[in-house]
């Protein structure tokens, strides 16, 4: 199979679970990240009894289930280790920052060593939590009970199973643009070499550098990366697509690279899985380790990924420029289109974060624009009472009442219909038709979010996602991606993270504020 057939595969199953109706809010109908369900709700439906986790069923009217579940998660949330193929011994790691540590004495002389930089290996964070009265906890069974939920904490470990000197590195950057690649691969180079590593390659282009004639691997060092943070883009090039799995591992293989780390989204996951799974098929030690990658943060249990406060940040400007327009226009309307296929999260925190939005439209939350309670009617309505207004839609949203297009991108990406152009002409004909004047301005600030430099809150989630991707790889993990998880920096098999991509809850506290803030209606 093709890494954009991974993709494809990843889409479909993906609709295939959103649609289901599921009687309890466990990992797999996740598709809001965590949803809710009250004991009061869920005492009255009957299909509450049962729930499905993985593979597992199970029924709440057992007395163990609650073991069972437990089992089950640890299972699933296990790290994939070479020592699963190989029977390694770990040597004493080589990464210390012990040289940057004052000593601690008792004023003679004498000095302890207090350093405890290093992570258990049995260390865990706790993903998740339940509680029949806490706003924004999750209940898995009917009666609420306290499950943990806990995940492999990040960072480095006193033990590696890598000799640095005998290591090649190889870096790829997949999928689109997105503010901080270049912050990522240089802590990636910074940390390989605090390790001892010498040989450390950049792949051109995403994954068509391990198969396109004439891209060559890009050698890296701290002398090259030092300063490709200063602006956006990518210093090693992206591309979408690739080349078969196997086409791709005979090149890592040929290459003799030991570690790959992949820098992309929901799609890249799915193809280092892929490349992961086959690298284990044919027994050899390499170690495959994501950095998930997307403004529009959609990547399940991830708090957040790099790229999406910088492109929230940036939306801002656009906004605060449709603001403008409309508020000087006679009858002014300003509309924004921003980033966000299948999840509306840039659109709502920038809604949020502006003050100045009317209405947020994301694709979560179903909506009609005509009628007596429609969108168009509603913007009437903020004319007559306010004099203008400013409206921001995601991408993805209104799908539904556009033509549907079967035509995909390199990704398997389904390619949408435009709606903020759709928005565009809807508006414009209903106030001529009604014989209103409105002055209308479209602002679509896609590739400027996209391409501009991480800002600093940004920065910092991609230094510590890098240095902790290389921490994953040297203490043998594979198959795994780097994020942040209830505030905590954690390791998830990619496997996990790939079942359906994080969507806006439509009952969530967030949304709920931004409702609160816009005063936009119902729109059914």
């Not at 806490?134 to 990040?154: F, K, L, M, Q, T």
């Not at 200063?230 to 799995?245: E, H, I, P, Q, W």
């Amino acid at each position: 199979m093709t890494l954009s057939g991974m993709a494809v595969a990843f889409k479909a199953s993906t609709s295939s679970v959103t649609q289901q109706h599921w009687s309890s809010p466990t990992k797999d109908q996740c598709q809001y990240g965590f949803t809710h369900l009250s004991r009061q709700k869920c005492r009255k439906r009957a299909l509450c009894v049962t729930a499905i986790s993985g593979k597992l069923d199970l029924d709440f009217t057992d007395p163990s289930w609650n073991q069972k579940y437990q089992e089950d998660w640890n299972r699933r949330f296990s790290l994939p280790h070479i020592n699963d193929i190989y029977d390694l011994e770990p040597r004493r790691t080589t990464f210390s920052l012990k040289k940057n540590r004052i000593p601690l004495g008792d004023g003679d002389g004498s000095s302890t060593d207090m350093w405890n930089g290093y992570v258990n290996k049995n260390d865990r964070a706790l993903l998740k939590y339940a509680s029949p009265t806490s706003a924004g906890a999750e209940c898995i069974d009917p009666d609420c009970s306290w499950v943990e939920h806990w995940v492999h904490r990040a960072g480095p470990r006193k033990e590696i199973y890598y000799e640095p000197e005998e290591v090649k590195a190889a870096i790829v950057t997949c999928g689109g643009l997105c503010p901080g690649l270049n912050d990522v691969i240089r802590q990636i180079v910074f940390t390989l070499e605090t390790y001892g590593v010498k040989n450390i390659v950049g792949i051109p282009f995403g994954y068509r550098g391990f198969f396109e004639k004439g891209l060559k691997e890009m050698p890296l060092s701290r002398d090259v990366v030092e300063n490709i943070n200063l602006s956006g883009g990518s210093f090693l090039g992206v591309s979408r697509g690739g080349a078969k799995t196997s086409e791709i591992v005979d090149s890592i293989q040929a290459r003799r690279i030991d570690m790959l780390f992949v820098i992309g989204g929901n799609g890249s996951h799915a193809g280092a899985n892929a490349i992961h799974e086959e690298c284990r098929k044919r027994k050899l030690k390499v170690s495959v380790v994501a950095v998930p990658k997307t403004i529009d943060n959609d990547i399940l249990f991830m708090d957040k990924t790099f790229g999406f406060d910088t492109a929230v940040e940036e939306a801002q400007r656009a906004i605060n420029s449709a603001y403008i327009e409309a508020r000087s226009a006679y009858h002014g309307i300003g509309l924004v289109k921003l980033m966000g296929r299948s999840s509306g999260f840039i659109a709502m925190h920038a809604s949020l974060s502006s003050g100045q939005i009317d209405v947020c439209l994301i694709p979560e939350v179903s909506f009609t624009l005509d009628g007596e309670h429609g969108v168009l009617r509603h913007l009437e309505h903020l004319l007559n009472t306010k004099g203008f207004c400013v409206v921001c839609v995601a991408e993805g949203a209104g799908q539904d009442l556009l033509q549907k297009s079967n035509a995909t991108d390199a990704s398997g990406n389904v390619i949408l219909s435009d709606f903020g152009v759709h928005m565009q002409q809807k508006i414009k004909k209903h106030f001529k038709d009604i014989g209103v004047p409105a002055d209308l301005k479209y602002i679509d600030p896609t590739y400027m979010v996209r391409a501009c430099r991480a800002n600093a809150s940004d920065a910092i989630l991609c230094t510590v996602l890098g240095q902790n991707a290389v921490h994953g790889a040297f203490a043998g993990f594979s198959g795994i991606t780097s994020g942040v998880c209830n505030t905590h920096y954690v390791y998830l098999p990619i496997t996990e993270v790939i079942t359906t991509p994080k969507h806006v809850n439509p009952n969530s506290r967030m949304w709920h504020r931004c409702l609160t803030s816009t005063g936009q209606p119902d729109f059914h």
